[in-house]
């Protein structure tokens, strides 16, 4: 396997911030400075570089379906699917947490659910990481610089400038918290996978990331989901999970803005694969 060089990209500072504050783990917990808990797989992650294809070249007819999507998607602008887009966009906790809550169908945050809030940074660390080969060698323009337009978070958008688009982060984060979470909690299986691919398309959405972006970024968290199987941490990081969602729903503890959030992501955008 080729090994990870760690980039000073501006997803690891991303996920450096938004890691900073930790709930209570069961024991000691690697950590990528203090207070910062580092992922599950160290240099065990997968190789975005040998998993994936390049990206569309320019003028084939790939890229010109990433061209249709993408002026598809900018047609959300001011809707609340764009608002969506934006919550999507922010990985700091626990905003980022919240966002899938509705789905498991329980509210995730340290205090209630401390080993699953610590289950989701630490494989946010491990998908977003894993994308780093492939995007530090094929350094894509990312479609808002493009067209010289804007993103739905405008306070990211300098960082992004310098950032390869391909394949996406936000999408390999967001997929593998739908594949982890559902091993979590597999009788809301169905909600939690729909929740993970409009995760991702939200990055079409907020003009971030190009549609094969996003559908290579399922491939990089597929990948790290693998990995993460014979990790004996994070395996045993699940099965607490699993036992504070059981309790949070015995107590009958349910997540707010649900309704919000369902209509927001009810209007689907076309040709999305």
Known sequence: MRQFRPAPLVLVVLLLAACAATGPAHGPVPELKPGVPAGYLGRDLPDSLALLPPPPAAGSAAFANDQAMHAAAQRFVGTPRYAQAARDADLAFPVASNNFACALGVPINAQATPRLYLLMQRTMVDAGLATYAAKEHYQRTRPFVVHDEH????????????????????????????????????????????????????????????????????AVAAGAFARLQSNPDFLSDVAAARREVEAQRSAGATPSDCDAEAAALTVPLPGVM
């Open 151 to 218: 993103t739905c978070l405008p306070r990211d958008e300098q960082a992004l400038r310098s950032d390869g688009s391909y394949p996406s982060g936000h999408t390999s984060i967001g997929w593998t918290w739908a594949l982890v979470l559902t091993q979590v909690a597999p009788q809301r299986a169905n909600a939690l996978l729909a929740r993970g691919r409009n995760f991702g398309e939200s990055r079409l959405v907020c003009n971030a990331h190009w549609q094969s972006d996003v559908l290579q970024g399922r």
